[in-house]
């Protein structure tokens, strides 16, 4: 498998947001306060934003570590937490 | 609600001719025709104007037709904030699709094939899949009824309409959504149904010219509110006409092409019309399956003289498809709000594009001009509650056959 140099936090952080607008999420709600049910983000978007991740930095995102994320800034604190 | 009527309360519809339903009727009896270049594209339909960033992205043609027509339909029900006016679990949804996102699903496997199985996109099943739309209009519309999806081919919608009259009179609902849609306009979709001999080699629509060469595919859906009489007038809805009867057979003759004979399409006619407690001679107008092609229509004229017999001769019969096209799994949806809208309209909009008359077609297809549906006594004699009945087939692949019987 192709091993692919892993992006500063700032800019997964920036990579993230841009995934959730495309999919649907409104710019004007993102906040890490915002919850995913407000921005409408189910778990189809976090599939869709795994295989980005994938796909771009080769992180495996594991669907058991959202399980208790309520807010876009919790799955922000568990998708960066991979880069550890 | 055991037997009898179901009451139609609200309808909707895209097609070529436009968005709406009263498009589709008027455009029509005018003689306008939707079909450009060999194919009946809904050209003027941009999901974005009805539908969020996400919801278009997360949906396929075939089901935004159907979202934005079941929104017309659930708005002229009177369903208030779209959400049906009873229980939700005794709100019900049968649509027709023939093929369901082949778009997505054919982009997909490219994808597939060149950047390999991690690249497929993670939506490209729950956006694909045949019953999509009933699984996006009950997040839509809150319903909590059974639902589901019918693949017929070209009688799929036709048939979703005859299943849920079922579901009233069996009271397993007190509403059913019911109806289809389909866009299909792909290269490989169309190249199929070319090489399968089916498509017209001039491009043009004529059902029951001698010049016909074959349908003209499109892409459209249609939604109806069907209703239990007595819930419709208890709280208060316009009942805009009703479902009576329906009817089906399979020819079981040949994959594609229909008995030439129209002995089984004729007994669908003949069941719908038993169903729905009607003579033949109580018949005003006939919506024609009309495909264009050189065995429908020969098949389909056997089989109103099978089923009508001399009234056969009588009744003026006109296809839909001559102004739109053939949408396949949304045609008979179209095709029954058509028809529901003819018979309230008053008016029988014309076989558009038959102008040379084949000898052995020799019934009243309506060419030209549109013409007064004919009269019908105010009550008694000939008429129950003086209402105009109308026919709606459909003749699919595979030999299904699926007829509706609607009054108004």
Not at chain 2, 387 to 405: L, M, P, Q, Y
Request: charged share 25%; aromatic share 6%; proline share 5%.
């Amino acid at each position: 498998m192709e091993l692919k140099t892993p992006p500063s936090a700032e800019k997964m952080g920036a990579r993230i947001l841009e995934a959730l607008v495309e999919f649907g999420a409104d710019p004007e709600m993102m906040s890490p306060e915002a919850t995913l049910e407000d921005l409408e983000i189910d778990s189809l978007d976090m599939f869709e934003l795994a295989q980005i991740l994938h796909q771009e930095y080769g992180i495996e995102v594991n669907p058991d570590d959202f399980e208790d994320v309520k807010t876009l800034g919790d799955a922000q604190q568990v998708l960066l937490g991979y880069l550890k | 609600m055991s037997e009898g009527s179901a009451a139609i309360t609200g309808v909707g519809a895209v097609t070529p001719l436009g968005i709406g339903a009263d498009t589709l009727y008027e455009r029509w009896r005018d003689g306008v025709c939707g079909i450009e270049d060999g194919v009946g594209r809904c050209d003027g339909f941009d999901p974005a104007q009805f539908m969020s960033r996400k919801q278009v992205r997360r949906t396929e043609r075939f089901v935004q037709f159907g979202t934005i027509a079941a929104r017309e339909a659930a708005d002229q029900a009177g369903w208030e904030g779209d959400e049906p006016p009873y229980d939700p679990h005794r709100v019900a949804c049968v649509l027709g699709v023939s093929l369901g996102g082949t778009q997505v699903l054919f982009d997909q496997y490219q994808t597939l094939e060149q950047d390999g199985s991690d690249a497929v996109w993670p939506l490209t099943i729950p956006v694909s899949m045949p019953n999509a739309l009933p699984a996006v209009l009950a997040i839509a519309h809150g319903f909590r009824g059974e639902s589901r999806s019918i693949a017929s081919a070209c009688s799929s919608s036709a048939q979703a309409i005859g299943e849920g009259l079922r579901m009233l009179r069996q009271d397993e609902a007190d509403a059913v959504i019911v109806g289809g849609a389909e866009a299909c306009l792909t290269p490989f979709i169309l190249a199929a149904f070319k090489m399968a001999g089916a498509l017209s080699r001039s491009g043009q629509c004529r059902p029951f010219d001698e010049r016909r060469d074959g349908f003209v595919m499109a892409e459209g859906g249609g939604i109806l509110i069907l209703e239990q009489e007595d819930k419709a007038r208890g709280r208060g809805a316009e009942i805009l006409g009703y479902l009576s009867g329906y009817g089906a057979s399979t020819d079981g003759y040949h994959l594609t092409a229909p008995a030439e004979d129209g002995e089984i399409c004729g007994h669908a006619i003949r069941s719908a019309l038993d169903d729905a407690g009607r003579a033949p001679e109580e018949v005003d107008y006939v919506n024609a399956h009309g495909t264009s092609t050189e065995a429908n229509d020969l098949a389909e004229t056997n089989a109103l003289k099978v089923a009508l017999g001399g009234h056969a001769h009588e009744v003026p019969i006109s296809s839909t498809k001559s102004v739109v096209g053939h949408s396949i799994g949304g045609a008979g949806a179209i095709e029954a709000i058509a028809t529901l809208l003819t018979l309230r309209g008053g008016v029988v909009p014309p076989t558009v594009g038959l102008e040379v008359p084949d000898e052995d077609l020799d019934l009243n297809y309506v060419p030209g001009d549109s013409i007064p549906l004919p009269e019908r006594p105010a009550n008694g004699d000939g008429g129950r509650d003086g209402r105009a009945v109308a026919i709606s087939s459909s003749f699919a692949f595979g030999g299904h056959n699926a007829v509706v019987v609607i009054e108004a």
